[in-house]
């Protein structure tokens, strides 16, 4: 990696649980104006990724926000569904990136753009922990929409994920639109 090269992190959230969208997010980030503090989202707390999300935004270079449809995830599978919201990620960029590092062992295909991949990136590497912090913030906020929504489901508290109180608000009330089918336990479940 020259110092010339234009580097996006690459990072998702929201692969596991069985509500909502996968997000992707890309980010530029500005050699000029570093960001003090960036780390692995899960290892922040909501109100420090808020306040680095705010911050990520105004001074990276460049940075995109994209996810997959549940439909799309039902349909193509998580794994498909996640490289494809990273795909539309990098794409959104406003400055197309020389190099894309992308969290974890799979990358999508980006015409013009060479990936490489790294396992725990978004610990490593600033760009990608900038990339992990924007998509996590996008999709808690979207789940905080989908709690309005579907008060008796208790996203708010969950965000989505397989806990003991959302899998019993499956069995009561059923799913809404918004829970993906092809997920176990919603899968097995004769609802």
């Given at each position: 990696?020259?110092?010339?090269?234009?580097?996006?992190?690459?990072?998702?959230?929201?692969?596991?649980?069985?509500?909502?969208?996968v997000?992707?997010?890309?980010?530029?980030?500005?050699?000029?104006?570093?960001?003090?503090?960036?780390?692995?989202?899960?290892?922040?707390?909501?109100?420090?990724?808020?306040?680095?999300?705010?911050?990520?935004?105004?001074?990276?270079?460049?940075?995109?926000i994209s996810?997959?449809?549940?439909?799309?995830?039902?349909?193509l599978?998580?794994?498909?569904?996640?490289?494809?919201?990273?795909?539309?990620?990098?794409?959104g960029?406003?400055v197309?990136?020389?190099?894309?590092?992308?969290?974890?062992n799979?990358?999508?295909?980006?015409?013009?753009?060479?990936t490489?991949?790294?396992?725990?990136?978004?610990q490593?590497?600033?760009?990608?922990?900038?990339?992990?912090?924007?998509?996590?913030?996008?999709r808690?906020?979207?789940l905080?929409?989908?709690?309005?929504?579907?008060?008796?489901?208790g996203?708010?508290?969950?965000?989505?994920?397989?806990?003991?109180?959302?899998?019993?608000?499956?069995?009561?009330?059923?799913?809404?639109p918004?829970?993906?089918?092809?997920f176990?336990?919603?899968?097995?479940?004769?609802l």
């Open positions: 990696m020259s110092d010339s090269q234009i580097i996006t992190g690459v990072d998702e959230a929201g692969r596991g649980p069985l509500a909502g969208e997000y992707a997010a890309a980010v530029i980030l500005s050699p000029d104006r570093p960001i003090l503090g960036l780390k692995d989202s899960k290892k922040l707390s909501s109100k420090r990724r808020s306040e680095l999300s705010i911050e990520i935004k105004q001074e990276a270079l460049a940075w995109s996810f997959s449809t549940v439909d799309e995830i039902d349909t599978n998580i794994l498909n569904a996640t490289i494809l919201a990273m795909t539309r990620a990098v794409e960029l406003s197309r990136p020389d190099l894309a590092l992308i969290d974890g799979r990358a999508p295909i980006l015409f013009g753009v060479a490489q991949t790294i396992i725990k990136g978004d490593t590497e600033p760009c990608i922990s900038a990339a992990s912090i924007i998509a996590k913030v996008a808690d906020e979207r905080m929409l989908l709690d309005q929504m579907y008060p008796q489901w996203f708010r508290a969950h965000k989505g994920y397989g806990t003991k109180s959302h899998i019993e608000a499956i069995r009561v009330f059923g799913v809404t918004f829970h993906r089918k092809s176990e336990p919603i899968k097995s479940m004769n």
